[in-house]
């Protein structure tokens, strides 16, 4: 048995697969207050036991979260004389130019817990002021009496050369062992001081609540039996091991949404599409993000929050657009009056008005059932009946009256100015990167995924939609799929015509060892280890740079030519224009390293013969007035079934919404290819 469990801000999804091929799966609310308990909650409603299962991963929000409510650690930042206040001044960028009351990021450290350390370094690394482990011990005291319970230290230009930041781990772990540390050169080494003070200082600012977590998870599995592998999802898209998760937790903010991208890949994969969408609503939030070539797009250009007032992020990421609006988005009226939904969200608890726990203001959800698209007998499998008359009065209370709407007005409203919202992430991994969604194809996944993928598809013009297996729990089912990863990183600044092959390959010689090492620890034979490696180029004079991949012999090359070609390429279809006359830096050397498992998964729907046929039929609106409406169950169709909308198809967890127009059909795979009306 291989288990996967994905804790979302509203729902908690399991799935699981026997030896036998056979999918058990399940969904619970997500019990904010004890997160272990919602994932004991989804393995008793799969009738799953962990004893005897030889594989368990688990991808959550408890990182992000703890950002995001500012519920992390008390942390100290340790850092150059002359440097505490670079993590505050952050750069000289006002992403809203026009916004009067704009407020840079408050800074996780404030500035009393921000101390200096006598020492520096030049960009080569070479020693200009040796450390004074006085003013070290001073600052460790210092911070130890002021009560904090993580620490991260980044000093000037520890890229280039780790001794002092390592000498400063040594008297930290001798003066303040119970302290979390993190030393930015463990976590990545490039330069960039700001970002990279940032990233040092995530980590260790969720540090001790992810440590504790992961050690009560592993508790409660050693509890039930559990002898078997356990990982943990990276935004990256690949796993790694508990204990790498303790020291880099910084690296799990993104893991839950990311492994629906790499199910979508490994679809896209099976099916021979190059250019997907993929696009997952859950309860609080909808994401979306390109895979191109049947890679997702990653990018190292992440914060934490959202650009405006988030925290950068300088890791290796999935490329993940994600905007404030699912199936618990609130709806509400503005001080203008105007109809506005998210991005607040009615979460777990209390929940939209129909699930009757108490919730008063209406969701995206409560919409849904007042137009006829979700069943409350059938939501979620059976697994919670919904009210409507709860839905209806909420609705009415705090939209239709105050606007003067019908009922059924006033849910469309809803539902439209959601979809719209929803198209805005769709729109920012394709359009806004010049790609034409026209020529890509649509994967929704997550509760709400296949519920609004065919409006947004209309929104947006993309000709076709596929609808997954198990699309509400298609980001577990991505996590069953994921190889262990690591990224790593070593800043290498030189001219491309002034570099030897040799040169190149004695640094990334440095992080191959770092990776075979960890990825050994984690389990990998060597045959194992797939090394990816890459060189970060830009022209002369630019600040940014692409990562140009090499699979030369570095150590026998003699002609940079191919690699500058390739360099000048992506340029040209990155940004629309090359200069293949000017000269080329390289800024950065980067190692993917890949702990390849047989982790294939089929991507097939199961048939069952007895379920096929309409389950019966009910008024739908789709865009003004109920229609009679088809009702089907996915479990009865079988490959090569084909319908013309308007129709309704349920599974577990999901509802997938046909619209007039368009044509329906169940490839081999059993997923459902769905051709879009004009």
């Known amino acids: 048995m291989r288990i996967a469990v994905d804790i979302g801000g509203t729902f908690t999804d399991l799935v699981a697969v026997d030896d036998d091929g056979q999918v058990f799966r399940s969904k619970s609310l997500t019990t904010t207050d004890d997160l272990a308990r919602g994932i004991d909650d989804c393995l008793k409603g799969a009738n799953v036991k962990v004893a005897g299962a030889s594989f368990f991963v688990h991808g959550s929000t408890v990182t992000i979260n703890a950002v995001l409510e500012h519920k992390g650690a008390r942390t100290g930042l340790i850092t150059t004389k002359g440097f505490r206040d670079v993590y505050e001044i952050g750069r000289g960028n006002r992403p809203e130019g026009y916004n009067l009351f704009f407020k840079r990021p408050v800074p996780l450290v404030p500035r009393d817990l921000r101390l200096e350390v006598d020492e520096r370094l030049y960009a080569t690394g070479e020693v200009l002021t040796p450390l004074d482990e006085q003013s070290a011990s001073a600052a460790i005291g210092a911070l130890k009496k002021a009560g904090v319970e993580s620490v ?25 062992p119970e302290a979390y540390v993190s030393l930015s050169h463990e976590i990545l080494r490039e330069f960039r001081e700001y970002e990279r003070t940032s990233t040092t200082a995530l980590n260790s600012y969720v540090g001790p609540l992810v440590s504790r977590y992961l050690v009560s998870l592993e508790k409660m599995l050693g509890a039930g039996g559990f002898r078997g592998t356990f990982r943990v999802m990276q935004s990256n898209g690949g796993v790694m091991s508990a204990e790498t998760a303790k020291k880099m937790p910084v690296t799990m903010m993104e893991s839950g949404p990311v492994a629906g991208v790499i199910a979508a890949a490994r679809l896209g994969e099976a099916l021979g599409c190059r250019h997907i969408i993929s696009f997952d609503m859950g309860g609080t939030t909808a994401k979306s993000s390109l895979i191109k070539d049947f890679h997702p797009e990653v990018t190292s250009s992440y914060y934490v929050g959202g650009y405006v007032t988030g925290h950068p992020m300088m890791l290796p990421v999935v490329d993940i657009v994600e905007v404030g609006n699912g199936g618990g988005s609130i709806a509400w009226i503005d001080a203008a009056g105007g109809l506005k939904v998210g991005p607040q969200s009615a979460g777990a608890a209390p929940g939209p008005a129909c699930y009757g726990k108490g919730g008063a203001n209406p969701t995206v959800t409560d919409a849904n059932l007042i137009a006829g698209r979700i069943d409350p007998e059938y939501f979620l499998g059976s697994g919670i009946r919904l009210q409507r ?72 013009s993309v000709p076709k939609v596929i609808i997954p297996p198990m699309p509400a729990h298609f980001s577990a089912l991505g996590m069953l799929m994921a190889d262990l990863k690591h990224d790593y ?62 699979t030369e ?77 088809p009702i089907y169950l996915r479990s009865g169709f079988k490959a090569g079934d084909k319908l013309i909308g308007p129709a309704v198809i349920e599974e577990m967890g999901a509802t997938i919404l046909v619209y007039p127009g368009d044509s329906m059909e169940v490839n081999e795979l059993g997923q459902l290819v769905i051709e879009v009306g004009s």
């Not at 002092?164 to 303040?176: A, D, P, S, V, W």
């Not at 040799?502 to 034979?525: F, H, M, P, W, Y």
């Not at 191919?562 to 000017?582: C, L, N, T, V, W």
């Open 389 to 460: 008359d709860q839905a209806a009065a909420a609705i009415m209370e705090k939209v239709g009256k105050p606007l003067g709407l019908s009922l059924q007005d006033a849910a469309l409203g809803i539902l439209t100015i959601a979809d719209f919202n929803m198209s805005l992430s769709v729109r920012a991994v394709s359009v806004e990167k010049g790609y034409d969604p026209r020529d890509c194809v649509l994967v929704p996944s997550g509760g709400g995924g296949a519920l609004h993928a065919m409006a947004i598809a209309r929104e947006l």
């Open 152 to 176: 991260a230290v980044c000093l000037l230009h520890s890229y280039a050369n780790a001794a002092h930041e390592q000498r400063l781990g040594e008297l930290l772990r001798e003066q303040f």
């Open 489 to 550: 990183v070593q800043t290498f600044v030189r001219e491309l015509a002034d570099t030897s092959g040799g040169q190149i390959a004695d640094a990334l010689a440095v992080l191959e060892k770092s990776a075979n090492d960890t990825l050994r620890e984690e389990g990998c034979k060597p045959e194992q280890i797939v090394l990816r490696r890459f060189l970060d180029m830009r022209y002369r004079g630019q600040e940014y740079t692409l990562p140009v991949p090499v």
């Open 553 to 629: 012999d570095l150590r026998t090359l003699a002609d940079f030519s191919a690699i500058r070609g390739r360099f000048d390429q992506m340029h040209q279809d990155h940004y629309g224009h090359s200069a293949p006359k000017e000269p080329v830096m390289m800024v950065n050397l980067r190692l993917s390293a890949l702990g390849k498992f047989d982790n294939q998964l089929p991507l097939a729907a199961a048939s069952h013969a007895e379920d096929r046929g309409e389950r019966g039929r009910r008024p739908v609106i789709f865009d003004t007035q109920p229609m009679d409406c």
